[in-house]
């Protein structure tokens, strides 16, 4: 069964924090009767967030972080040399 998510994140707490809890929302249901539904806060607020693993969430922004510092430098040389100009 495929689900979309918003985003990488969202997914990650999902496949992992809802077996954590009890009821419903530890299934996902099945093709006739998905279970597509988010979290309550309740339920978010007793997700143990030490048991999910947000490493591939993590490897993304090390990307992101890694291209924006790269763009800045880049920025500010171009803006360094047009002032020596």
């Known amino acids: 069964m495929l689900f979309h ?49 947000l490493s591939e969430w993590y490897g993304d922004i090390e990307v992101k972080a890694q291209d924006e510092i790269e763009s800045e430098m880049e920025e500010s040389i171009e803006g360094f040399y047009d002032k020596i100009q």
């Open 5 to 53: 998510f918003n985003s990488k994140l969202s997914r990650i707490v999902h496949e992992q924090g809802r077996p954590e809890l009890e009821g419903d929302i530890s299934s996902w249901g099945g093709p006739e009767s998905p279970n597509c539904r988010g979290f309550t806060p309740e339920e978010f607020q007793m997700l143990d967030f030490s048991r999910i693993d």
